[in-house]
């Protein structure tokens, strides 16, 4: 995922369907109740796909939900379920330090590469607004 260019740009959409992106790298929470809540999805090869939550923690949660605009993790209790993505699963074994910008900047397996299947999609919560 290194190399993806850093510029980023808010694509006009409804809030609810809202995608960031850097270069070509773009992101989505997906089937949440608000834009800042639902299940992670990344855009490659065409494709929207999931994330699988082998090894994500709260380094990963804290770069995606910076990288979407919806400021901080949002503790839950119990596991948050907005239903299995479909089609690829896109990352595993995600590695975020928790001070990138991008989850591009993060180590992680190759595309498409994984041990997963849908219902270990990554999801997230996030407090919804950001501090600049």
Same mark, same amino acid.
């Given at each position: 995922?290194r190399?993806?260019?850093r510029?980023?740009? =808010? +694509?006009?959409?409804?809030?609810?369907?809202?995608?960031?992106?850097?270069?070509?790298? =773009?992101? /989505?929470?997906? !089937? #949440?109740?608000?834009? $800042?809540? &639902? =299940?992670?999805?990344?855009?490659h090869?065409?494709?929207? #796909?999931?994330?699988c939550?082998?090894?994500?923690?709260? /380094?990963?949660?804290?770069?995606?939900?910076?990288?979407? #605009?919806? &400021? %901080?993790? =949002?503790? /839950?209790?119990g %596991?948050?379920?907005?239903?299995?993505?479909?089609?690829?699963?896109? +990352?595993? !074994?995600?590695?975020? @330090? #928790?001070?990138?910008?991008?989850? *591009?900047?993060c180590p *992680?397996?190759?595309?498409? @590469?994984?041990?997963?299947?849908h219902?270990? !999609?990554?999801? +997230?919560? $996030?407090?919804?607004? /950001?501090?600049?």
């Amino acid at each position: 995922m290194r190399g993806v260019g850093r510029e980023w740009e =808010r +694509l006009t959409l409804p809030p609810d369907l809202r995608v960031f992106h850097a270069g070509l790298f =773009r992101v /989505r929470l997906a !089937d #949440g109740p608000n834009r $800042c809540a &639902g =299940r992670l999805e990344v855009w490659h090869a065409g494709h929207w #796909g999931t994330v699988c939550d082998d090894n994500w923690d709260l /380094r990963d949660a804290t770069v995606a939900c910076w990288e979407l #605009g919806c &400021g %901080k993790v =949002r503790p /839950r209790v119990g %596991k948050t379920h907005y239903g299995p993505g479909t089609g690829p699963i896109w +990352l595993d !074994d995600m590695g975020c @330090k #928790g001070s990138e910008a991008s989850l *591009s900047d993060c180590p *992680s397996g190759e595309w498409g @590469k994984h041990n997963c299947d849908h219902e270990e !999609d990554v999801v +997230l919560t $996030c407090t919804g607004t /950001r501090a600049w």
